[in-house]
């Protein structure tokens, strides 16, 4: 029988992309609502109680407005947006993260997705803590370079009607929201200064994360995410000459994979960590069917 999944807020961008790599497979029966209906409460109350899985694709106010009404409910729920990610009584939805994170989402009722940079710092930083490369409260630098589709529908059309050529740096204040979610799920006790830049394309992703190593530290931090992700498959780590001299951001795209590489200079231990993702795939609704599939006790890459 086909598993019930309805998504709240499925003409958003990741709700759009979400349906699109649902709607072809027939293991899934997917809810919608009439356009009439899609703000209504009892409308959405309706299609959550038919689901056996809901995926909010909301703002975080939104979000926040219907999760207590779920509790009541016998969906099992995965959450897009930010509200979540921190939350204890939120699995994260970040396969990779350790040995035992599979079996957790499999087994939860609630599941926070991942944001989109915090995947890719997540999965750099977290190998060099468990390593014993850097401390918990080493000074941590992200910069991150984007596609535009990251900002949703409004910064898509600022894009394509040509109001903003070029890209740009934001989010200087530190105040960004996926800061919280890399403090707590990288195991970091010191908060990182990460600063996000959106480029002139759609969609695709690089995440650097630069540090002051002991000589020798490249080849360590390497050998410490190929320890980590071992056997992975939406996770790869790959030797630096495979991006090319110039890493392309959207070498990714339309895909549900992350590549995670090293350089730097061996002799004075300068490193540099580098994810490649794509900020629509492994970055957002990519991993929520990944998360999908493994509540519904199916093979992780169903669809993917």
Same mark, same amino acid.
């Given at each position: 029988m086909a598993a019930k999944v309805f998504i709240d807020g499925e003409v958003g961008t990741t709700g759009l992309q979400i349906r699109a790599r649902l709607a072809r497979r027939d293991d899934i029966s997917l809810i919608s609502l009439a356009e009439a209906d899609r703000k209504s409460r009892d409308a959405r109350l309706d299609a959550f109680a038919a689901a056996d899985v809901a995926i909010l694709c909301l703002p975080d106010a939104a979000v926040h407005e219907i999760a207590a009404e779920l509790q009541a409910l016998p969906c099992r729920v995965i959450d897009a947006s930010t509200a979540h990610r921190t939350d204890p009584a939120w699995e994260f939805g970040f396969a990779e993260l350790d040995a035992g994170a599979r079996a957790r989402i499999a *087994? !939860?009722?609630?599941?926070?997705?991942p944001g989109c940079y915090s995947t890719g710092a997540i999965a750099l930083l977290r190998p060099m803590i468990d390593a014993g490369l850097i401390a918990p409260?080493?000074?941590i630098t992200i910069n991150a370079i984007s596609g535009y589709s990251g900002g949703g529908k409004a910064m898509i059309a600022e894009f394509e009607a040509g109001a903003v050529t070029g890209g740009?740096?934001?989010?200087? *204040?530190? =105040?960004?929201?996926h800061l919280p979610e890399i403090v707590a799920r990288a195991g970091l006790s010191r908060k990182p200064i990460f600063v996000p830049q959106v480029g002139?394309? *759609?969609?695709?992703?690089?995440? =650097?994360?630069p540090l002051h190593l002991a000589p020798?530290?490249? !080849? !360590? *931090?390497?050998?410490a995410l190929r320890a980590h992700y071992t056997g992975q498959h939406f996770v790869q780590v790959v030797d630096r000459a495979d991006m090319g001299d110039r890493i392309n951001p959207q070498r990714l795209n339309n895909t549900n994979m992350m590549e995670l590489t090293v350089d730097g200079d061996a002799d004075t231990g300068a490193t540099v960590l580098i994810a490649v993702l794509d900020n629509l795939g492994k970055g957002a609704s990519g991993a929520a069917v990944q998360n999908l599939n493994l509540l519904l006790g199916l093979n992780e890459a169903v669809g993917l």
């Open positions: *087994a !939860a009722k609630y599941v926070s997705n409260d080493h000074p740009f740096v934001y989010g200087t *204040a530190q =105040q960004h929201k002139q394309f *759609a969609q695709g992703m690089i995440v =650097q994360v020798g530290g490249p !080849a !360590a *931090a390497l050998d």
